[in-house]
């Protein structure tokens, strides 16, 4: 089939490259000239395992290739994706600028009927407004028809969860039109579910809101645990065992970050209060959250406290492991309050350090490993639970520190190994460690 994939950010750049390695025809659009060039280059402009290869692959047997000409690209294909950014505004209400654009300028390159497609995250209500603006821009009046086919890809895992997604989402106005999406996806051989367009842009929504809810609701009980002095792990494994309840998603720590979970929660709320529903519920999740970092960096004070004196060795600045995302990234409000505070701050993490600068205040030391940070520090910081640190020698961490306490945001390391190797040991939702 030939496909034209309008927008080369995460979604677009992992969804492009997927379909063509499934043997489609796909030019990838994107309007910042110096994107494609580095592009049609072979370099990557984010971080994701496996994207370069397979990139690399279809651009060399010529399924594959990158324009700043949408029209060109629009005119050649049976399916057009729109995979542009659709970021947040102050209000918290998703703006549709960029789709808004671009929905035009397909409107005004159509020469035949074209299946439209929505994968970008838009509130529901989208793809009626992308109907409309087509409609009203078309230079040659032509038939045809738009979906919404949310996108559920995870960053750190994008090429395997495009090619493996738990279900995949076809939102059509009509039977035939689902058939065309259905027989693009059908080599993956995944479970859909074809359903109204409404309906499709809300089951992304709420899949996201709900995810977000099992977050905040175990760090609410992690704070429960601190006080109560349980622990919150063996707690989310007791409910995990319940099927109904499940254990993903329940990891107590500093809270979620990255592109997707601040931004489409906001959304939701606002989709639902232009809609005349009230969402306390979402409301309560997104306050939880964002108390983590505040929560955390108490901790560190009451033992550490004065901070203006101290260095901190900060481990992990991305989002998330296996992404140099810093979008939301908990590392910014973490190290922005011990900054505020006076903290020498010495940070690490494996590939986020490029995007990290621009966020980061300017003080901050950057260092080539974790025992560099850790070097005469007072204590170290884990924001971001990279597998090398669960990896680390502790011994040898232990030993280049000036005073061996840990604040673990993440529960990444077990209390009681940490109480045998000799740290005075602080982590979310368990007992700390104490010195004796
Ligand atoms: C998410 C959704 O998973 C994906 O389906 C959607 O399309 C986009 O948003 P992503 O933002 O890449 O993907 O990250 P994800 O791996 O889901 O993690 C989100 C955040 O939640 C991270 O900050 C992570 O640290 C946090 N998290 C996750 C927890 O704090 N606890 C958990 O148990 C799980």
Known sequence: MNICVVGTGYVGLVTGAVFADLGNEVVCVDNVAKKIAQLQAGQMPIYEPGLEEMVARNVADGRLTFTTDLAAGVRRAVIVFITVGTPAKDTGQTDLAAVEVVARQIAEAMERYTVIVNK??????????????????????????????????????????????????????????????????????????????????????????????????????????????????????????????????????????GSCFPKDTDSLIHTAATLGADFPLLRAVVDTNRERASHFVRTIEKALAPLDDKTLGVLGLAFKPNTDDMREAKSVEVINRLVERGATVRAYDPVAVGNARALLPPGVVYCESPYAAATDADGVVLVTEWNEFKLLNLERLRTVMRRPAVFDGRNLWEAERMKRLGFEYHSMGRKPVLPS
Request: with cysteine.
């Open 120 to 257: 970008s995250t838009v509130p529901v209500g989208t793809g009626n407004l992308v109907r409309e603006v087509i409609e009203r821009h078309q230079t040659t009046p032509v038939p045809f028809d738009v979906v919404s086919n949310p996108e559920f890809l995870r960053e750190g895992s994008a090429i395997e969860d495009t090619l493996r997604p738990d279900r995949i989402v076809i939102g059509a106005p009509t039977q035939q039109v689902a058939m065309t999406l259905l027989e693009l996806y059908a080599p993956l051989e995944r479970p859909m579910i074809i359903t109204d367009v409404p309906s499709a842009e809300i089951i992304k929504y709420a899949s996201n809101a709900f995810l977000a809810t099992k977050i905040s609701f175990i760090n609410s009980i992690a704070n429960i645990c601190e006080l109560a002095g349980a622990d919150v792990t063996q707690v989310m494994k007791g409910m995990g065992l319940d099927p109904r309840i499940g254990p993903a998603f329940l990891q107590a720590g500093l809270g979620y970050g």
